[in-house]
């Protein structure tokens, strides 16, 4: 397996032992992530959204497609319960990397937003949130903001 493929397993074997501090080290310091809620910025924004992350109940299986010295791509699938519904969620995640002095400098979650919404909201919020990405944009970063206000190291 090429290197970068043991460094999306070191980073998906981190979200299931819920160590963000591994995960981090797999980014790049000028790192994007974006999915259906968050795009971020920074290796600081992306660690503080795994520790959140981490904090949970989630448990994740991956299954590393491909990876050389420029991209990559697997597929995961999350299952966890949404603190602030307490709803169980099983997301299934195709998830594609590119990669800069041996991390990741980008990476793009892709799934399906009205089923996930459907799944961790349910009703006509989920309903709503599922078409329109500003709503999961905007509770995912009030909910973000917070956390990151209660640690001073991602501030």
Known sequence: ????GDLLERLFTGL???DHEAMAACYHEDATFT??????????????????ISEGDIRA??????????????NIVDDYTLTSTGRSVRNQIDS???????VIIEQLDLCDAGAWAA????GPIGFL????????SQKAGQILGAFIA??????
């Open 129 to 136: 949130a599922g078409q329109i990405r500003f709503l999961r």
């Open 35 to 52: 999915d259906i809620a968050f795009d971020l910025r920074g290796k600081k924004q992306i660690q503080a959204m795994w520790h959140m």
């Open 96 to 102: 594609r990397f590119r990669f800069q002095d041996g």
């Open 16 to 18: 299931d032992q819920h």
């Open 1 to 4: 397996m090429h290197p970068n």
């Open 61 to 74: 299986t991956f299954e590393i497609v491909n990876a050389d010295g420029d991209s990559g791509q697997a």
């Open 150 to 155: 209660e640690h001073p190291e991602y501030q």
């Open 119 to 122: 799944m961790a909201l349910g």
